[in-house]
């Protein structure tokens, strides 16, 4: 089980970046895939999800109208795109993946603690 996360670096508020995440073994099969971030200082926060079966979406509050996820099936791969970034905006980006439960038909995908999955984390720092 192994997810590949990648994309984070340094850029200017206002800019641009786009992460992805590979998935491969367990991972690959996933109920859905999240990203997750976590500022210095702070708990790890909820960012956006996509459930694979039907690309649904959710994201917080805080990134909703900027960011933007996205899958590629064939590929095993969630992308996002982050627009309009902000210095607030700055954290260590993991992606996460949700396994099937099959007690639960829809569970929810903005629950950290349903994710089994971790990748590495990427950095994302934007500059005032």
């Known amino acids: 089980v192994q997810l590949q996360a990648s994309g984070g670096g340094l850029v200017q508020a206002g800019g641009s970046l786009r992460l992805s995440c590979s998935a491969s073994?367990?991972?690959?099969?996933?109920?859905?895939m999240g990203w997750f971030r976590q500022a210095p200082g702070k708990e790890r926060e909820f960012v956006a999800s996509?459930?694979?079966?039907?690309?649904?979406?959710s994201y917080a509050d805080s990134v909703r109208g900027r960011f933007t996820i996205s899958r590629d099936n064939a590929k095993n791969t969630a992308m996002l795109q982050m627009n309009s970034l902000k210095p607030e905006d700055t954290a260590v980006y993991y992606c996460?993946?949700?396994?099937?439960?099959?007690?639960?038909?829809?569970?929810?995908?903005?629950?950290?603690?349903?994710?089994?999955?971790w990748g590495q984390g990427t950095l994302v720092t934007v500059s005032s």
């Open positions: 996460a993946a949700q396994p099937k439960n099959p007690r639960e038909r829809s569970p929810p995908t903005n629950i950290m603690s349903l994710y089994v999955y």
């Open positions: 073994g367990r991972a690959g099969g996933a109920y859905a």
């Open positions: 996509i459930r694979w079966s039907d690309a649904y979406t």
